[in-house]
């Protein structure tokens, strides 16, 4: 069991809470730095993904057509670039 423990933390149970608690004060100290507080980062977040559902599914279509257009160009010059390094 406590190999398996060891294996899925990275390390073993006391340093891997040692190393936690470390960035979990570090990222408090820089939070309180910026001014805010992890509620407002969690709301900011899920603010975000409700805005890119609200977009909908245009958005989506304007993603696969840029991916498409990106295509044109970028598929054939792979295409010629590994040609060209096949007869080197």
Excluded: C, H
Aim: proline content about 2%; cysteine-free; aromatic content about 14%.
């Amino acid at each position: 069991m406590s190999q398996s423990l060891n294996r899925f933390l990275g390390d073993s149970l006391f340093r891997t809470i040692v190393k936690l608690a470390v960035i979990s004060f570090v990222v408090g100290i820089i939070l309180n730095a910026i001014g805010t507080t992890p509620w407002e980062v969690w709301e900011s977040i899920k603010n975000f993904f409700v805005s890119l559902y609200n977009l909908g599914f245009d958005a989506l279509w304007s993603i696969g057509r840029y991916l498409v257009w990106g295509a044109v160009i970028v598929v054939p010059i792979f295409i010629i670039m590994r040609l060209l390094k096949i007869g080197r």
